[in-house]
């Protein structure tokens, strides 16, 4: 049996005829950029994240720093990022010209570790970016209020959580602001890269309205210095439709998590993903640990059964952060992490005998191990 990691076809069936509709309805109406459909899209999916505001952009990565940028983060301040995540969240920082300090992860939700960010704070700490790493909320209690005790701006990196939620709010509505990527394989995905920041805060929406179309509010009227990073028709009128779905494939990427977790619950060789009870996960991905990760991997290959790591080396010791301070062996939890994690096969409409034929691969290899 081959089981891809990642299987689209289904998504694209499922919207059948609503995908090429809206490809002729957005061509018929010949605007392109910055038009109708992403204004619809932004107050929508403002709505559906519990905030006031949204502002589509072109990517995650922008997003983050747009945010940032919009509350006048930059060169001089410091920002805590967690110790392990996708590079993209240190990459941000980097861009506005500050400089990413790494806060070890709790190993059991692979978010930032609230009891390690007191010993990282400085004069210079002027934000925080939890990130809702796999699906699965930050602990956003402890974080806001030692934020709210030290002055901190929370940025929330939701570009794994769409629709989870930390006490009964969805993600995008925990910070002070929060960044998402519609990267196409993400919960909400589009159909090429986009992103969206979203915010309560008027002054943050504004500035990146600005900031994403070359620093205009006003057609040829540039107040500040911006880039060229928007959300296009196609992409936001692609998004609405899928949209309204969203909460049903969430449900159904619970289903196949709960499927793996009772499967794989008597193997005491690996690590299951936990869920706090103040949160929901949306299981972007399903991931597991194991010392044996490589041999594993190896033997679902050869199986046909697709995996992958998210993510092989931590930030820190990528030559993009050589300089940071942080050699190999400063953040010992990120880097076992690295070397342990495994993401198993999942998207919403994989089949429940997929599932066990995994699991069963999986117990077959440690019976034999
Ligand atoms: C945790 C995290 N942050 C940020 C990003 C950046 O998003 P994008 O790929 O849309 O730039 C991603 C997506 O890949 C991500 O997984």
């Known amino acids: 049996m081959m089981i891809p990691f990642f299987d689209f076809s289904e998504v694209h069936r499922e919207l059948g005829s609503r995908l090429t509709a809206t490809f002729e309805s957005v061509m018929s109406r010949g605007h392109l950029i910055m038009g109708q459909e992403l204004e619809v899209f932004e107050d929508e999916f403002a709505k559906y994240c519990g905030a006031k505001y949204c502002v589509g952009v072109g990517n995650g990565l922008d997003a983050l720093a747009l945010a940032l940028k919009a509350r006048g983060i930059g060169s001089g301040d410091e920002v805590l990022v967690p110790s392990q995540t996708f590079i993209a969240t240190w ?98 995905g589009a ?44 992409q936001a009128a692609l998004l609405r439709q899928k949209l309204p779905l969203l909460d049903g494939w969430n449900a159904k990427r619970g289903a196949i998590a709960k499927r793996y977790s009772e499967g794989l619950a008597t193997l005491d060789e690996i690590v299951l993903p936990t869920v706090p009870a103040d949160r929901t996960h949306v299981f972007h991905l399903y991931v597991i640990r194991s010392k044996k990760r490589d041999a594993l991997a190896r033997s679902l290959q050869e199986q046909g059964i697709g995996s992958a790591v998210h993510y092989p080396i931590p930030p820190h010791l990528h030559g993009a952060f050589s300089d940071s301070g942080f050699a190999k062996g400063s953040l010992p939890i990120a880097e076992t992490v690295a070397l342990e994690s495994l993401s198993l096969p999942m998207w919403p409409q994989m089949p429940l005998e997929f599932v066990d034929a995994v699991v069963d691969h999986i117990k077959q290899f440690y019976a034999k191990a």
Request: proline share 5%; net charge negative; aromatic share 6%.
């Open 91 to 188: 990459l941000a920082v980097s861009m506005v010209g500050a400089t990413p300090i790494p806060v070890e992860i709790d190993p059991a939700t692979y978010s930032i570790d609230p009891e390690k960010i007191a010993e990282k704070l400085s004069s210079r700490t002027a934000a925080i970016i939890p990130v809702h790493l796999y699906g699965l909320p930050a602990n956003m209690g402890a974080i806001r209020q030692l934020a709210d005790t030290n002055g901190l701006f929370v940025l929330e990196d939701a570009a794994q959580s769409h629709g989870a939620m930390f006490e009964n709010k969805r993600c995008g509505s925990l910070g002070d602001a929060a960044a998402f990527s519609f990267y196409p394989t993400k919960n909400l």
């Open 191 to 234: 159909m090429g890269d986009g992103g969206a920041v979203v915010t309560d805060d008027k002054s943050i929406a504004e500035k990146v309205r600005m900031l994403r179309n070359y620093g205009s509010r006003v057609k040829y009227v540039h107040e500040v210095v911006g880039g060229n990073t928007r959300l296009d028709e196609l």
